[in-house]
Nanobody, 119 residues
């Protein structure tokens, strides 16, 4: 069982930046982030594989968000720049075989951290 602990959420103005962190209790192949806005379905945001070679981004965040990981610290980061009000959501850290944009390919999920972007 892998436990994931997210941090870094908060309130920011549009155009601002936030960095989310997620520490895993043990190593996993892929890690990533999903998000869920109020009244909307959960959606994929970004993912990264063990080697940090394969990076995946949703079109809605491409060019603004950057995912990275520190293998030694078993931590994944999501640097979010040029934030928009539509980025407001609960962001969930995920881990597992993954490597895709499908939620079912990730076995472990964090509790979520709230990101709110004001206009």
């Amino acid at each position: 069982q892998v436990q994931l602990r997210e941090s870094g959420g908060g309130l920011v103005q549009a155009g601002g930046s936030l960095r989310l962190s997620c520490a895993a209790s043990s190593s996993t192949y892929s890690m990533g982030w999903f998000r869920q806005a109020p009244g909307k379905e959960r959606e994929f945001a970004a993912a990264i594989d063990w080697s940090s070679i394969r990076l995946l981004y949703a079109d809605s965040v491409k060019g603004r968000f950057t995912i990275s990981r520190d293998i030694a610290k078993m931590t994944v980061y999501l640097q979010m720049n040029s934030l928009k009000p539509e980025d407001t959501a609960v962001y969930y850290c995920v881990a597992g075989p993954g490597g895709t944009m499908r939620a079912r390919d990730y076995d472990y999920w964090g509790q979520g951290t709230q990101v709110t972007v004001s206009s």
